[in-house]
Nanobody, 119 residues
């Protein structure tokens, strides 16, 4: 099985930057796709960004296009979310997720890391 652990959250001012990390362990060879999700206070969890574990063309939801970047470090089995020009609406708990070759879409989830953007 695959395990995911998020880190890098914190408190930043609007316009600032933050990089989130998602460390994968276990049977990482089974990972097919990774992604990031945001759950804002009082709202449902929303998709943010995704890419194949092996690399390729990333996909972002419109509000973060041009500001967020999903990337990987295969040597460390870690996926990152670089967040620039942060806005108060970016506040929330950020989760990383994975789809394995043996499971359905987004069958593996981390516990989340808190991001707070002050105005």
């Amino acid at each position: 099985q695959v395990q995911l652990v998020e880190s890098g959250g914190g408190l930043v001012q609007a316009g600032g930057s933050l990089t989130l990390s998602c460390a994968a362990s276990g049977r990482t060879s089974s990972i097919y796709r990774v992604g990031w999700f945001q759950q804002a206070p009082g709202k449902e969890r929303e998709f943010v960004a995704t890419n194949k574990w092996s690399g390729g063309n990333p996909y972002y939801r419109d509000p973060v296009k041009g500001r967020f970047t999903i990337s990987r470090d295969n040597a460390k089995n870690t996926v990152y979310l670089r967040m620039n020009s942060l806005k108060p609406e970016d506040t929330g708990v950020y989760y990383c997720a994975a789809q394995t070759s043996y499971g359905s879409l987004w069958n593996i989830w981390g516990q989340g890391t808190q991001v707070t953007v002050s105005s």
